[in-house]
């Protein structure tokens, strides 16, 4: 069964300071992966998607990571934070071969903290 | 639009208590999920529609039963509540699933005594 691994449950960073919050995924077979952002006291909303092609993927508030396929791996990487940054990221895995159902298997949550 | 809303917000049961869950969406969405979320587990699938009519079971679905009448609605049942049960529950919804993001509620939170 897919699994998925977030290797740190917390990451404490200045701010302007680069980051990098790391994402492993158990199954080589093809896959849809996702970065999901949870602010205090909110839902989750989508950060970023790879679908397939380019393996490094952009999304919204400076936010990029970039698809291995040969290290099953999904990292988020942000070049300069912000407070505002400071949130708990997930990383989610859609396996293909589960057919049209978009179950989401996620990762244990990584939580930024962005200190001043 | 107001997207996905859950009610309630808050909830306190007693063990062996009932309650159900409402997630509404206004977005035409097929899709819609059940999740929980707890401490150190990231979020788990507790069950899943595909279309009005319909549902399915995801990973954790013992102790819960949902119910998708109309396409816009999906319900959260516990019979019969206990501890274990004590989580934040999200719902979600999607166009349709795999490529496809999930629009997310803001959660329910749940405390079993």
């Known amino acids: 069964a897919q699994s998925v691994t977030q290797l740190d449950s917390q990451v404490p960073v200045f701010e302007e300071a680069p980051v990098e919050l790391r994402c492993n995924y158990s199954?080589?077979?093809?896959?849809?992966l996702f970065w999901y952002v949870q602010y205090p006291n909110q839902g989750l909303q989508l950060l970023l998607k790879?679908?397939?092609?380019?393996?490094l993927v952009k999304g919204i508030n400076g936010f990029e990571a970039e698809f291995n396929k040969s290290q099953t791996s999904f990292h988020l990487r942000k070049p300069s934070v912000h407070i505002s940054d400071t949130a708990e990221y997930f990383c989610?895995?859609?396996?293909?071969?589960?057919?049209?159902?978009?179950?989401?298997?996620f990762g244990q949550g990584t939580t930024l903290q962005v200190k001043p | 639009n107001a997207g996905v809303t859950q009610t309630p917000k808050f909830r306190v049961l007693k063990t062996g208590q009932s309650m159900t869950l409402l997630c509404a969406q206004d977005?035409?969405?097929?899709?819609m999920y059940w999740y929980r979320q707890d401490p150190g587990m990231g979020l788990r699938l507790i069950h899943y529609?595909?279309?009005?009519?319909?549902?399915a079971k995801g990973e954790v679905p013992d102790g819960y039963n949902v119910s998708r009448l109309k396409k816009q609605n999906f319900l959260l049942g516990l019979e019969s509540a206990a501890p274990s049960q004590t989580s934040v529950y999200f719902c979600?919804?999607?166009?349709?699933?795999?490529?496809?993001?999930?629009?997310f509620g803001p959660g329910t939170r749940l405390t079993v005594t």
């Open positions: 979600a919804s999607s166009w349709t699933g795999g490529l496809y993001e999930q629009y």
């Open positions: 199954s080589s077979v093809s896959v849809y």
């Open positions: 790879y679908l397939s092609g380019s393996t």
């Open positions: 989610a895995v859609s396996d293909k071969s589960s057919g049209n159902t978009g179950k989401l298997i």
């Open positions: 977005m035409n969405h097929e899709y």
């Open positions: 529609s595909v279309g009005e009519g319909t549902t």
